[in-house]
T-cell receptor, first 112, second 113 residues
Framework: KAGVTQTPRYLIKTRGQQVTLSCSPI?????VSWYQQTPGQGLQFLFE???????NKGNFPGRFSGRQFSNSRSEMNVSTLELGDSALYLC???????????FGQGTRLTVV | QKEVEQNSGPLSVPEGAIASLNCTYS??????FFWYRQYSGKSPELIMF????GDKEDGRFTAQLNKASQYVSLLIRDSQPSDSATYLC?????????????FGSGTRLLVRP
């Protein structure tokens, strides 16, 4: 069974640009969550999608947004990038009734 | 947003010993709890989840949950150098089977050969 796939793995952007990250969950999983990991703040929850609906949202500015498609694949978008957005962005995939949440390999975003 | 607290370590144990990792959380309504292992430069890897009071065992790992004390722990028996990593405790604050994992800052474990 394939795991959670995130693309791209690495990304370098300039301040002020926007970026879109993609996450394909484990087959059959309908919940996708996004997290930001930085050395200073650790792992922080961004948002969760289930059946194309955002169910939970963390404390991030509106520049951070996401969506989920009918095939459960999810994208997150960060607009007007700031240097502080440099981080490892992780998505986690979960089944509807199970309790496990499995992470992808992450996308490392560097803003210069 | 509620808090999840972990001792940052490092916790150093000799090979073959039992490593005990602890986590406390502030949200009494939390229902499920997770332990992840993260090697440097890698993504978190799920070790165990637990949602009932008591112990849950899986191989060399045992998770212990005490909801009254708002405490969850992870025991690693027969620790190996390959267990050296950062261990992250996470609490699910999502309602109605949704997911909103709140993570502690992690405990770094060092297993000495």
């Amino acid at each position: 069974k394939a795991g959670v796939t995130q693309t791209p793995r690495y990304l370098i952007k300039t301040r002020g640009q926007q970026v879109t990250l993609s996450c394909s969950p484990i087959s059959g999983h309908r919940s996708v969550s996004w997290y930001q990991q930085t050395p200073g703040q650790g792992l922080q929850f961004l948002f969760e999608y289930f059946s194309e609906t955002q169910r939970n949202k963390g404390n991030f500015p509106g520049r951070f947004s996401g969506r989920q498609f009918s095939n459960s694949r999810s994208e997150m978008n960060v607009s007007t990038l700031e240097l502080g957005d440099s981080a490892l962005y992780l998505c986690a995939s979960s089944s509807r009734t199970g309790s496990e949440a499995f992470f992808g390999q992450g996308t490392r975003l560097t803003v210069v | 947003q509620k808090e999840v607290e972990q001792n940052s370590g490092p916790l150093s144990v000799p090979e073959g010993a039992i490593a005990s990792l602890n986590c406390t959380y502030s949200d009494r309504g939390s229902q499920s709890f997770f332990w992840y292992r993260q090697y440097s430069g890698k993504s978190p890897e799920l070790i165990m989840f637990i949602y009932s009071n008591g112990d849950k065992e899986d191989g060399r790992f045992t998770a212990q949950l005490n909801k009254a004390s708002q405490y969850v722990s992870l025991l690693i028996r027969d620790s190996q150098p390959s267990d050296s990593a950062t261990y992250l405790c996470a609490v699910n604050e999502g309602m109605d089977s949704s997911y909103k994992l709140i993570f502690g800052s992690g405990t770094r474990l060092l297993v000495r050969p």
